[in-house]
């Protein structure tokens, strides 16, 4: 099989060397852009005057046939073409001759690269930000039934002072707003064409970069070539953008997991998004949170990989870099998955209000209202006031209840100072409403916060 690249050599290209050497196994992925590159690059050079018209209308119908012959399936695609670029460019010629030959004058298979990859990412970024806008709109219609909903809100996972579940879920949308700011604004800044660039050092031809950037959609064309050939810090943008989005998904995958075990019964995932024991017939599990702790290693990895790839490489293209493409891929594939299978999850869980308000009466998670209220009500000083409501949990203790049910009488008798309008200050439901600090748990602020987010999404 002859290389398009076999002038200077004597001996054809060993098997092995095909199998070790050849991206279109994986790189074949990039097809449509690859096309739309070539497309663009065609037009241009006729523009230019480099390619004729007649030219250009063969290279046009050509690149129509190879897309669909590979989008029916009929397309052949042989390692020993080795990368996707002359895989396509190879069939092109055999199907419309000379002109086919005449297409990657004044480009390269670095720039070439550069591009399909780039505009693939940046693809990816904003589907990525659909989904995740998807999972935040499900989360703000199951927080929006759970703004009065107590639940013990927890520090070092011990219970610390009740909020309220809209609250908790407020929390995590903000974490996929701040992911999306993160996909988004890596869109804008690796929004740069490479095409032009070359092998590495541009070209002598009277190209246009501007008009191929904007036929391909990107906002500028890139400054320096040497640097657009081997810079691949578009595709590490992606994978830690993604790594951070996934660490929110496994930090709530995690509590997903734990509220519905036995022990918090929280919440009890659907039957359609839970799986059972080959061998424990009672079973019911919560592989799918589980899964996405797990697949959040996975993805942190190709981030990991690629940066070791990109170490040290010397400028410019180096084969290495071939190496950015199936982390990418994996991880864009298991970001997507990932989104999709949590957002139904979500949406399909039950939720157990009545458990969550139960579990709020262990652990006297009113011990800091108790606090406020002698500084606020009785002028004691702080830490003065931390003492003594140790002193009310630890006859709360004693009485083996819980402080938000302790009566009035025991606290006089531990000061003399406290009213009886403590009481109200005591309650779980009081507790949570107190806090309404901007940001805070209290059913009005938390009201205020899903109002942001759907505010957020309707922009
Ligand atoms: N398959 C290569 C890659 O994915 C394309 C660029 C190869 N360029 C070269 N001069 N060998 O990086």
Known sequence: ?????????????????DQFNASIMFDRKLYREDIEGSLAHAQMLTKQNILTESEFIQIKNGLKQVKDEIESGVFEWKISD????????????????????????????????????????????LEIVDALKLLMSEMLLVASKHTETLIPGMTHLQHAQP?????????????FKRDIERFES??????????????????????????TAELLGFNSVSVNCLDTVSDRDFALEILFNISTMMMHISRLSEELVLWSSYEFKFIELSDEYSTGSSIMPQKKNPDVPELLRGKTGRVYGSLMGLLTVMKALPLAYNKDTQEDKEGVFD????????????KEAIKTMQV?????????????????????????KCDIPFREAHFITGRAVAKSEE??????????????????????DVLEFLSIEN?????????????????????????????
């Not at 909020?163 to 974490?175: C, D, E, K, P, W």
């Not at 991880?331 to 949590?342: C, D, F, G, P, R």
């Not at 157990?352 to 606020?376: P, W």
């Open 331 to 342: 991880a864009v594939e298991t970001a997507q998955i990932s989104l999709e299978i949590l």
């Open 399 to 420: 009485l083996k209840i819980d402080l938000s049910d302790i009566e009035l009488k025991y606290l006089q008798e531990i000061d003399a100072r406290i009213g009886k």
């Open 82 to 125: 080795e990368d996707l670029h002359m895989g396509i460019e190879k069939r092109l010629t055999a199907i419309i001759g000379d002109a086919g030959k005449k297409l990657h004058t004044a480009r390269s298979r670095n720039d070439q690269v550069a591009v399909d990859f780039r505009r693939y990412v940046l693809r990816k970024n």
């Open 431 to 459: 507790s949570m409403n107190a806090r309404t600090s901007q940001g805070g748990t209290s059913t009005k602020r938390t009201k205020e916060q899903l109002e942001y987010f759907e505010n957020y999404l309707k922009e």
């Open 1 to 17: 099989m002859e290389k398009m690249w076999s002038g200077r050599f004597s001996a054809g290209a060993s098997n092995l060397l």
């Open 186 to 211: 890596s869109h804008e800044r690796n929004s740069v064409s490479p095409l032009g660039c070359a092998a590495l050092a541009g070209t002598p031809h009277n190209i246009d970069r501007d008009m």
């Open 163 to 175: 909020i309220n579940f809209a609250f908790h879920l407020s929390a995590y949308l903000a974490m």
């Open 352 to 376: 157990k209000s009545h458990n969550m308000s139960s579990a709020c009466k262990v652990g006297h998670l009113s011990a800091t209202d108790l606090a406020d209220y002698l500084v606020q």
